[in-house]
């Protein structure tokens, strides 16, 4: 041991040299121990009080630091550069609980980690309420995920340690062609692609002989269309609609996934807005001009338009189905003269 140790009378030990304490050789001291220059200990060591290092300190043994009944060990990690942050590894909560493990910010007063009791874990939190807990009620909480350009970043839900069992479940993002998917049963049933189109596998797969009450409107919001009496207010009867006000066409798809080479029939939206009948009409916001534009028909409504000429039809045929038995009867009536 080198020179420049002092040990006082109540169990101190300071030194502004070096210390070196051989292998097979224990250091136990109940007081502080304060020093300026290096130390190493190749066995192990129990400080009581206070263990400060301002040089070097290497161990190759174990160090107990142990306050017993006076409060939660912990060690400092502090230096004076520029910009420093000064941490706190604590066996212990501070402020909370004499359990757990954190890590504390001393400049801001703060746990940053803490491990409870339990076993949960807490990032801006000192009392985790699950396994993770990450707290921000100033601002947002994010976690982000970073992978190659050619990865994928998941967050997997799983119910075993092999197989399948790791995913039953998962949210991953395929950075090579930019989509989000969502899985069930460990097979993928949502894909959302780069352009903002959602395939969900389901919808096609699963059938049913009910009509159709879904709707997709302009900003791309799915929701379910309703028909019942309760869902309609100021219900009066609709007024007559000439039926030539509307041009049938044949034409091919201008949209990139349509096959243009297939005939569809249909109607021109902007020629049914134009004519004033904006109820059949959906419309959109272009999101370059950020103005709102013509985008479809609504061919659904188009049944009621027909249902009213039709009966007005049945109203016309009906009166002059009477009026014809109405001239037959004179008709035979005159012959018989």
């Known amino acids: 041991m080198s020179s420049k140790i002092k040990v006082d009378t109540i169990e101190n030990v300071a030194g502004s040299g070096n ?47 142990n306050t017993a009944s006076n409060g939660v060990p912990s060690i ?60 921000n009620t100033s601002a947002n ?54 352009s903002g189109n959602l395939a969900v596998q ?32 100021d219900v009066r009867d609709i007024e007559s609609i000439d039926i030539d006000r509307f041009r049938p066409i044949r034409y091919k798809s201008a949209i990139t996934k349509d096959d243009d080479k297939k005939d569809c029939l249909g109607f021109i939206a902007d020629e049914v807005h134009d004519d004033g009948l904006t109820e059949l009409v959906t419309y959109g916001v272009n999101p370059e001009t950020e103005k709102t534009e013509v985008e479809g028909f609504r061919y659904d409504r188009m049944t009621v338009i027909l249902t009213k000429v039709v009966q007005e039809q049945k109203t016309t045929i009906e009166t002059q189905a009477t009026q014809i038995a109405d001239l037959i009867t004179r008709v035979a009536a005159l012959e018989a003269e």
């Open 141 to 194: 909480s994010e976690i982000a995920f970073t992978a190659a350009t050619n990865g994928v970043s998941s967050i997997l839900f799983g119910d075993g340690l092999t197989g399948t069992d790791i995913y039953r479940g998962y949210i991953q993002y395929n950075h090579a062609n930019d989509s989000l998917l969502l899985a069930t049963s460990s097979t993928t049933r949502f894909t959302l692609n780069a």
């Open 19 to 65: 210390v070196s304490l051989g292998s097979g050789h224990n250091l136990v001291v109940p007081g502080n121990i304060t020093g300026q220059g290096t130390a190493a200990i190749t066995s192990n060591a129990t400080v009581g009080g206070t263990l400060g290092v301002t040089g070097i300190t290497t161990m190759s043994g174990a160090l107990t630091i």
């Open 202 to 233: 389901g919808v096609y797969n699963d059938t049913g002989s009910d009509s159709p009450n879904v709707v997709v409107d302009g900003s791309g919001n799915i929701y379910r269309s309703t028909s019942a009496l309760k869902y309609k207010k």
């Open 76 to 135: 400092n990690l502090q230096h004076s550069n520029s910009g420093a942050d000064n941490f706190q590894i604590v066996a212990g909560t501070p402020g909370v609980a004499n359990s757990g493990f954190s890590i504390r910010d001393i400049d801001a007063a703060a746990n940053r980690l803490v491990i409870n009791s339990a076993g949960n874990i807490g990032i801006n939190t000192a009392a985790p309420l699950r396994q993770l807990h990450i707290n």
